[in-house]
């Protein structure tokens, strides 16, 4: 599936939609996602600022979703192990995320999985309003794993 009918479609997955998160971009490579959610009545908390919850769950799917369009959907399964959020200021109005891959990660993830079946990786994100002031830092751990264990280490399971 192309970028952007995956960036459609996840656009009215329920979790997103019904919260008002919304994939502004999606790279054609998947490396790149840019993500926004605007203050509405059924987002916004006591205080009149973004509900928590809402500026947690717009950071959730993200790499863990390119991370598996980029490693190989068949080859990977990859899912976020931890996540933690610093709330810095209140967010109002239009708040936003952008997620990266970039290539030196990239390789350091395929050399490692060379060798091993799994990797845990941290992302930090920063949630930022329309003036580029950072309301939220969140930390994403994903856990990486391969579908099929690497032959290596079938062969000495069987044998050991």
Known sequence: MNAATFRRLINL???LLCAGIRADHISDDFRRVDVSLTLRWFNRNING???GGSLFSMTDPWYGLMLLKVLGEKEFMVWTKDASIDYLSPGRGVVR?????TESLLATAREHLSREDKLV????IDITDAAGT?????RNTVYIRRRIPLATETLSAATG
Do not use: I
């Open 134 to 138: 950072v309301v939220a830092k969140v």
């Open 121 to 124: 990786h941290p992302f930090d």
């Open 97 to 101: 995320a952008r997620f990266d891959l």
């Open 49 to 51: 600022a973004h509900y």
């Open 13 to 15: 997955w329920p979790p």
